[in-house]
């Protein structure tokens, strides 16, 4: 199982350039999470999803969009890069049938720098 | 809006010393999670507490749950250097996790 995985590892953008950011899982995992984390920092959450087709705001929703056409990839757009965004991403996928008791799993990061 | 402060915000301490970590909330949250985080890599789970005044055990480290269940701690025992990193806790909330502020430990050798 590779579990969670993210691509690309480090990027760097220019102001106002776009990009996505890529997120897979396979273990059939129905919850799927993205969150940023600034130096130092802990998580805050962006965006989550609790099945394909279907996703929410999370904390800090701003100048970001999410799309979960399937159960495996969840995907992250950045528009319009800011510097305000340069952080490291992390994606991360959780099951559970009771909502108490599910773990996350963590994919590696993305890690962007926006000059 | 939930938050999660935790205390210290940086720990450097020598080997073989205790030291407690605190989650605190003024929200009620159905469970609570522990990470530990080393750099370059993403947070790993290290114990769920769901239930009141729950206590687990994992080798050195003892995990809390307040029984009003809107705090937490985490306790090391004798810490060595393998325990250095970045410690999160994570309250649950509908299909959504509210992460604390972290602890950044450093355990000297």
């Known amino acids: 199982n590779a579990g969670v995985t993210q691509t690309p590892k480090f990027r760097i953008l220019k102001i106002g350039q776009s990009m996505t950011l890529q997120c897979a899982q396979d273990m059939n995992h129905n919850y799927m999470y993205w969150y940023r984390q600034d130096p130092g920092m802990g998580l805050k959450l962006i965006y989550y999803s609790v099945g394909a087709g279907i996703t929410d705001k999370g904390e800090v929703p701003n100048g970001y969009n999410v799309s979960r056409s399937t159960t495996e990839d969840f995907p992250l757009r950045l528009e319009l890069a800011a510097p305000s965004q340069t952080s490291v991403y992390f994606c991360?996928?959780?099951?559970?049938?009771?909502?108490?008791?599910?773990?996350?799993?963590f994919g590696p990061g993305t890690r962007l720098t926006v000059t | 809006t939930q938050l999660l402060e935790q205390s210290p915000q940086f720990l450097s301490i020598q080997e073989g010393e205790n030291l407690t970590v605190y989650c605190n909330s003024s929200?009620?949250?159905?469970?609570l999670q522990w990470y530990r985080q080393e750099p370059g890599e993403g947070p790993v789970l290290l114990v769920t507490?769901?239930?009141?005044?729950e206590v687990k055990k994992l080798k050195r480290l003892t995990f809390q749950f307040g029984d009003a269940r809107k705090d937490s701690s985490l306790h090391i025992t004798a810490a060595q250097p393998g325990d250095t990193g970045l410690y999160l806790c994570?309250?649950?909330?509908?299909?959504?996790?509210?992460f604390g502020t972290g602890t950044r430990l450093k355990v000297l050798a």
């Open positions: 929200s009620v949250f159905s469970s």
């Open positions: 507490v769901v239930t009141g005044g």
């Open positions: 994570a309250g649950a909330g509908t299909y959504k996790y509210i």
């Open positions: 991360a996928s959780s099951y559970s049938k009771t909502i108490s008791s599910y773990e996350q799993y």
